[in-house]
């Protein structure tokens, strides 16, 4: 009973990798990158490629789960000619407010690329928002693009994950971590499988 219990608590323990039995989900990206000339922080200096490597590694963090993030464009947007940001105003609804919604993609999650913003990203309806010069703490076995992880991180809050204090968690804030545990992996797939159904219209 002890060596069955002790298996049991041993299986629980183990990291889930993405050669599981975990059937694959794969959720559809559309990638902004947002120009401005008369607002440097919204103007993102990110390229195609760049992006491209870091959806790749973005990729790599949500193995575990067996989830998978398929990069379907990347275009440029231009953003919207707001005032500028007042003292009182959030950086995030500043921002979102500067996003032209119609350039949105009706079957994929949106990313728009931000130069700079106060949070490293923020999700909150869409579209993901992501900094490109964020600001973190390094941890242990974390993540070696910065913004690879924002974009990670945020896109568990699209999965529905909530932030979480262990520092080498990803959902946890200003750091590096990526690791997931197993509540969250179940949870970030179940939310995947709806989000796929809704955006093939199956």
Same mark, same amino acid.
């Given at each position: 009973?002890?060596?069955?219990?002790?298996?049991?608590?041993?299986?629980?323990?183990?990291?889930?990798?993405?050669?599981?039995?975990?059937?694959?989900?794969?959720? *559809?990206?559309? !990638?902004?990158?947002?120009?401005?000339? @008369?607002?440097? #922080?919204?103007? $993102?200096?990110?390229?195609? +490629?760049? &992006?491209?490597?870091?959806?790749?590694?973005?990729?790599?963090?949500?193995?575990?789960?067996?989830?998978?993030?398929?990069?379907?464009?990347?275009?440029?947007?231009?953003?919207?000619?707001?005032?500028?940001?007042?003292?009182?105003?959030?950086?995030?609804?500043?921002?979102?407010?500067?996003?032209?919604?119609?350039?949105?993609?009706?079957?994929?999650?949106?990313?728009?690329?931000?130069?700079?913003?106060?949070?490293?990203?923020?999700?909150?309806?869409? *579209?993901?928002? !992501?900094?490109?010069?964020?600001?973190? @703490?390094?941890? #242990?076995?974390? $993540?070696?693009?910065?913004? +690879?992880? &924002?974009?990670?991180?945020?896109?568990?809050?699209?999965?529905?994950?909530?932030?979480?204090?262990?520092?080498?968690?990803?959902?946890?804030?200003?750091?590096?971590?990526?690791?997931?545990?197993?509540?969250?992996?179940?949870?970030?797939?179940?939310?995947?499988?709806?989000?796929?159904?809704?955006?093939?219209?199956?």
């Amino acid at each position: 009973m002890i060596h069955l219990r002790l298996t049991l608590f041993l299986m629980w323990l183990w990291p889930l990798h993405a050669d599981n039995a975990l059937p694959a989900i794969v959720l *559809p990206l559309s !990638v902004h990158l947002v120009r401005s000339t @008369t607002h440097p #922080r919204l103007h $993102a200096e990110i390229t195609p +490629a760049e &992006v491209q490597t870091i959806v790749h590694e973005a990729n790599a963090i949500w193995s575990p789960a067996n989830i998978r993030f398929e990069l379907r464009g990347v275009d440029e947007i231009s953003a919207l000619d707001l005032s500028p940001k007042k003292w009182f105003q959030r950086d995030r609804n500043w921002v979102k407010a500067a996003l032209p919604t119609t350039h949105f993609h009706p079957a994929a999650i949106d990313v728009c690329f931000v130069h700079d913003m106060g949070p490293n990203g923020f999700f909150y309806g869409e *579209p993901v928002v !992501v900094c490109e010069t964020p600001e973190y @703490t390094k941890v #242990r076995g974390g $993540a070696a693009h910065p913004v +690879a992880r &924002v974009l990670a991180h945020e896109l568990g809050h699209v999965l529905f994950l909530k932030h979480r204090q262990d520092h080498t968690n990803l959902m946890a804030s200003g750091r590096n971590g990526v690791t997931l545990n197993r509540e969250e992996i179940a949870t970030a797939r179940n939310r995947a499988l709806q989000l796929a159904a809704q955006l093939t219209g199956n």
